[in-house]
């Protein structure tokens, strides 16, 4: 759905781009075409998907490294649950919610997935993609 109103927007802002020239309002071609990509970025923004890695350790090793990745970075690990094939591990402090998942794919493979931000509005893609790269580092260094 957010996919078409991305598309919407940008449809919108291109049509107003060319027609605008056509009524002699040069002004207004470049402050709506800059309001068009302000849009479109931020509804990118919106709706950042999770970051996710498939890393080919097993999966006791890559909880280990992530809650390792964790400490370093003074994120407290709030709570853990079971899922289906893994598990959730919800993490962070008053300014930010992080959630992340393992799944066993294979003995030698688990999925990350994580999502960091408040809600789905605020989501911080940078603070995730920090926390994938750190796991990952520490994965390939972890003696077990």
């Given at each position: 759905?957010?996919?078409?109103?991305n598309?919407?927007v940008?449809a919108?802002?291109?049509?107003?781009?060319?027609?605008?020239?056509?009524?002699?309002?040069?002004?207004?071609?470049?402050v709506?075409g800059?309001?068009?990509?302000?849009?479109v970025?931020g509804?990118?923004y919106?709706?950042a998907r999770p970051?996710?890695?498939?890393?080919?350790?097993?999966f006791?090793?890559?909880?280990?490294?992530?809650?390792?990745a964790?400490?370093?970075?003074?994120?407290p690990?709030e709570?853990?649950?079971?899922?289906?094939?893994?598990?959730?591990?919800i993490?962070g402090n008053d300014?930010?919610?992080?959630?992340?998942e393992?799944?066993?794919?294979?003995?030698?493979?688990?999925?990350i997935?994580?999502?960091a931000?408040?809600?789905?509005?605020k989501?911080?893609a940078?603070?995730?993609q920090?926390?994938?790269?750190?796991?990952?580092e520490?994965a390939?260094?972890?003696?077990?």
């Amino acid at each position: 759905m957010l996919k078409n109103f991305n598309k919407l927007v940008r449809a919108l802002a291109i049509g107003l781009t060319l027609i605008l020239p056509l009524t002699g309002c040069a002004a207004a071609v470049g402050v709506l075409g800059a309001i068009g990509s302000g849009i479109v970025t931020g509804a990118e923004y919106v709706v950042a998907r999770p970051v996710s890695k498939t890393a080919s350790y097993d999966f006791d090793r890559v909880k280990k490294a992530l809650l390792v990745a964790l400490c370093k970075m003074q994120i407290p690990v709030e709570k853990v649950r079971e899922i289906d094939h893994g598990e959730e591990i919800i993490a962070g402090n008053d300014d930010i919610e992080i959630e992340i998942e393992l799944k066993e794919i294979t003995s030698n493979v688990t999925r990350i997935k994580i999502k960091a931000g408040g809600d789905f509005v605020k989501r911080d893609a940078a603070t995730a993609q920090e926390i994938v790269r750190q796991t990952t580092e520490i994965a390939e260094t972890l003696v077990t």
